[in-house]
């Protein structure tokens, strides 16, 4: 089932007339979420992204705007005429209910051509329990359960009616980090398995990255970029989601553009074709940058954090708005720590340029 949000736009009015300004919780939202794709609505508090999926779940009304499962119009529809399934962080299992009952319970209140019969009943909440694992588990009561069973619990629950769309909010909040990893990958695991249209909002880029077939990420209400999770990445539209993705952090460097040369400080650094003279940012991805005797970008040497497979190496320069530099490198290659300088060569498809004063990016070709 796709799912078509048009022009969807949220105006919280302001609780304070005399002080408070309305907030523009998410502003005229387009995108077309194509059928059995899962969608990581990704940003930081705050930049609207649990307001949108409240308004595809009918939780909230949009102040403008419309959407669209398939071809309904479901804008004016409630919550529980929408057939979705809704998982939230805290996971609001019924305590006194076992598993069993938790999972049957939305089946129960289902009246006219929807009412099942009790075998009915019992065989889809199985079913769904299989598929999310919690099938051995089905006398247990919530407190008997970890934080990840109770998850999966709440996902066999929102399963169980077979929804058109399943809106998951911060599923994976209250997990502990190796939980977290496991569960998000049985999210996927049952996503595909049930080729169900979900969204999926988190703050996490690397969560929403790693499972998302697309993200969309938000700031302050608005859309910044859309796309399949290693384009973004790999094809930053401005600074701020240059900035979001990627750890370590992509390092910024203020620089200018002269005459076809970019320059950080005094040094000129690539020579490129194509770009006016202007001030930038210069965005470099940690692992665009690797240790050469003969590399352009001269910094001054921290030191260096072996981590396995890979190293880190960590610098300073002056024309850095992040505290340090780093560079991920093969942990076989050898810096030499005592050394107080260190050069790197820049590979050009890790390094992107944006205006200094729209943060917008600027594309050049390498000379
Ligand atoms: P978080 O990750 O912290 O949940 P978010 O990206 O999901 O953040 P929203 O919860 O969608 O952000 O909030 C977007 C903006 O709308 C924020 O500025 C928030 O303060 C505001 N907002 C959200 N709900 C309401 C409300 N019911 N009344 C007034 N303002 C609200």
Request: charged share 25%; aromatic share 6%; with cysteine.
């Amino acid at each position: 089932m796709k799912v078509v949000l048009q022009n969807l736009t949220k105006i919280f009015p302001s609780r304070d007339k005399k002080a408070g300004k309305e907030v523009v919780a998410v502003n005229d939202f387009t995108f077309e979420i194509p059928d059995g794709q899962l969608v990581g609505l990704l940003g930081p508090s705050g930049c609207g992204k649990s307001t949108t999926l409240y308004m595809i779940s009918g939780l909230q009304k949009p102040t403008s705007g419309k959407i669209f499962f398939g071809d309904d119009d479901v804008t004016e529809l409630s919550t529980e005429n929408r057939g979705i399934g809704l998982v939230f962080q805290n996971y609001a299992l019924y305590p006194h209910m076992t598993v069993m009952q938790n999972v049957l319970f939305p089946l129960q209140n289902l009246t006219g051509k929807d009412k099942l019969s009790k075998q009915e009943m019992l065989d889809r909440a199985y079913e769904a329990a299989r598929l999310v694992q919690i099938d051995e588990l089905m006398d247990r009561k919530p407190s008997e359960l970890s934080g990840g069973q109770q998850q999966r619990v709440a996902i066999a629950r929102a399963l169980v009616k077979m929804p058109r769309v399943l809106l998951l909010d911060e599923p994976l909040s209250n997990l502990d980090a190796r939980l977290r990893l496991q569960t998000r990958e049985e999210i996927r695991r049952i996503q595909k398995e049930t080729g169900i249209t979900t969204v999926f909002v988190t703050h996490d880029q690397e969560e929403a990255m790693s499972i998302s077939d697309v993200i969309v990420v938000m700031k302050a209400g608005v859309v910044q970029q859309i796309g399949e999770p290693q384009k973004v990445y790999d094809d930053p539209k401005n600074l701020f989601v240059a900035k979001f993705l990627g750890t370590p952090p992509i390092n910024v460097l203020e620089g200018a553009v002269k005459g076809g040369k970019v320059y950080i400080g005094e040094e000129a650094v690539m020579e490129v074709n194509g770009v006016e003279d202007q001030d930038v940012y210069i965005g470099i991805r940690p692992e665009g940058i690797e240790p050469n005797a003969n590399g352009a970008l001269e910094c001054k040497l921290n030191n260096v954090e072996v981590m396995g497979r890979d190293a880190s190496v960590v610098a300073t320069h002056e024309a850095s708005l992040n505290p340090v530099i780093r560079a991920i490198i093969n942990s076989d290659i050898k810096v030499d720590t005592t050394a107080e300088t260190i050069k790197f060569n820049i590979k050009p498809h890790k390094f992107f340029m944006f205006n200094k004063e729209t943060e917008e990016r600027v594309y050049f070709e390498v000379k």
